[in-house]
């Protein structure tokens, strides 16, 4: 595979995971944000996403799995995300 | 997942910083930059769906046709252009304008020219198509020049969005060859038309063998080659492959593609640069098959339900294209071979890879437009009639095999069959499609929560 290895989500002393996925190529970052969701969801803490788009295709996949996003403030050109399971 | 001492995260919001700017998949519209409207890619969809269904049905009243018919204008050819420029080439410019901007991160240029040219391009395949079913050359003209204008428009959309392409090397070279391909086919179709209207520029066989290259494998194949890797991996949540194993797929086909319209325009070599053609083909073809079981077998999500099947189909359709193929080079002109392979080419492997493509991609479509200003908006499996996609899948395969046989046996029972059974799975899709619109209309008058 040519994409680059991706950094694993980290716990932030906010008590969010973190999961920092800018500049990868779609749909690498989906893949990551989902499974990070399947795999670690149910602990009840919050997703801060760092994109640097808008990930349009994630909401509907968010939704089939009960969470939903909203925006939050970021750097300048970054999309940050909170994901919560709804 | 590793701890924060292994792994410094990234800057947390301040406290209190987490301002709520949007919910849900509001952010679609932030995203127009790079997506269209979802009721762009959508008018194309529904036109297409529309088309198949008007498609079967020709096929179904002019049965007694079809066991005579070989290649001229009449009710069997504006069935194939229905299923061609109707289904699958409106098919195309919807996904293509809604996912090649994911794939090369660059957004559409002029995102309102494409719901403009869908204005032109419908009346211009009714006409077209009318003008073949009823043998009347100036129609057919009229019809096509719109047909050619609004293809131009999109090729040119497609070029401007090629251009600035940022990654998805592969991706990128299944659109330029599709691109080319697309130029190759308007001229094919532009001498065809002549020829029909008295003033021929090109010789009649070259013509449709071009139109044929470019039009079935070029054009549409390659593009269904190369969105490939962007379709799948979305669907089944798998990764995309390797760039230079695309590459090397995509250049087989090319190749392929590129001898199979050289074949046409020099008919003294045909015979071989039609089987080295053919050879590129196969060798193209083992080459993607191993690139999308690679995918499907590290995906989140492998088992893709009826779409899943139905572009299992579409694979066995080309693997079935290329040995009908060879069939028909080595039997005589009057053969159902060539007919057959041009019915596995249309039918069995683009229309059923199409079909097993738009079973996901609308729902998918429907959610992220549904999402806008909703935290807690519609699933794409709710906006799903799953009945109605199985009633298609079967009644799909089915109307295949049966015209197969009814072109292989010159029985026009078959053929009618066939299209009562193809109208049953058009029709099926049609519903499938009206009731996601109706779910979709009643989530967006929902209030927002």
Redesign the interface.
């Known amino acids: 595979m040519s994409m680059p290895t991706p950094e694993p989500a980290t716990l932030g002393s906010d008590g969010c995971w973190h999961i920092d996925v800018r500049g990868l190529p779609p749909p690498q970052p989906l893949l990551l944000i989902l499974r990070q969701v399947d795999d670690h969801g149910h602990d009840g803490r919050a997703l801060i996403v760092h994109h640097d788009r808008d990930p349009a295709m994630l909401y509907a996949e968010l939704a089939e799995r009960g969470w939903w996003a909203e925006r939050i403030d970021g750097d300048p050109g970054e999309v940050r995300l909170r994901l919560a399971a709804t | 997942?590793?701890?924060?001492q292994?792994?410094?995260?990234?800057?947390?919001?301040a406290?209190g910083?987490?301002?709520?700017?949007?919910?849900?998949?509001s952010?679609?519209s932030?995203?127009v930059g790079?997506?269209l409207p979802a009721s762009v890619p959508f008018r194309y969809f529904g036109a297409a769906v529309v088309f198949h269904l008007a498609a079967w049905l020709v096929v179904l009243l002019s049965a007694a046709d079809w066991p005579a018919w070989r290649g001229g204008l009449g009710w069997p050819l504006a069935a194939l252009h229905l299923v061609t420029l109707g289904t699958l080439a409106a098919s195309a410019i919807g996904a293509s304008l809604q996912l090649l901007p994911?794939?090369t991160?660059m957004p559409v240029r002029w995102p309102r020219l494409p719901a403009l040219l869908w204005w032109i391009y419908v009346p211009g395949v009714v006409v077209l198509t009318a003008g073949m079913g009823l043998a009347r050359p100036p129609w057919l003209a009229l019809g096509a020049a719109g047909v050619i204008a609004v293809l131009l428009g999109y090729g040119l959309l497609l070029a401007l969005n090629l251009r600035g392409a940022r990654?998805?090397a592969g991706v990128v070279l299944h659109g330029w060859g599709a691109l080319i391909a697309l130029a190759l086919l308007l001229a094919s179709a532009t001498a065809l038309v002549m020829l029909w209207l008295g003033r021929p520029l090109l010789d009649r066989d070259s013509a449709r063998g071009l139109h044929l290259a470019a039009g079935v494998f070029g054009f549409m194949g390659l593009l269904a080659l190369g969105l490939s890797s962007?379709l799948l991996?979305?669907f089944a949540?798998?990764?995309?492959?390797?760039?230079?194993r695309q590459l090397a797929a995509g250049g087989a086909a090319l190749t392929a593609v590129a001898l199979a319209a050289a074949a046409a325009l020099a008919p003294a070599v045909a015979m071989p640069l039609r089987v080295t053609a053919l050879l590129c083909g196969a060798v193209g073809l083992v080459l993607h098959l191993r690139l999308m079981r690679g995918v499907l077998a590290g995906a989140?999500r492998p088992d893709l339900g009826w779409g899943g099947r139905l572009m299992h189909m579409g694979w066995a359709g080309l693997a079935l294209t290329l040995v009908l193929a060879a069939a028909a080079l080595a039997a005589d002109a009057a053969s159902p071979w060539a007919r057959l392979f041009g019915l596995a080419a249309v039918g069995g492997w683009l229309t059923s890879f199409l079909f097993g493509v738009l079973q996901r991609i609308l729902p998918?479509l429907a959610?992220?437009h549904a999402?806008q200003g909703r935290?807690?908006?519609?699933?794409?499996?709710a906006l799903t009639l799953g009945r109605a996609l199985a009633w298609h899948a079967v009644a799909h395969a089915l109307a295949l095999v049966l015209l197969a046989a009814g072109i292989a046996a010159s029985s026009a029972l078959l053929v009618r069959a066939a299209g009562a059974t193809g109208t049953v799975g058009a029709a099926a899709f049609a519903v499938f499609l009206a009731t996601l619109l109706q779910r979709l209309r009643r989530a967006m008058a929902a209030p927002a929560d």
């Open positions: 997942m590793k701890t924060p292994a792994h410094a995260p990234p800057p947390a919001p406290p910083a987490a301002r709520r700017a949007a919910l849900g998949g952010f679609l932030g995203a790079r997506l994911v794939a991160r990654g998805m962007v991996p979305m949540l798998g990764r995309v492959p390797d760039d230079r989140m998918f959610a992220m999402a935290r807690r908006a519609p699933t794409p499996s």
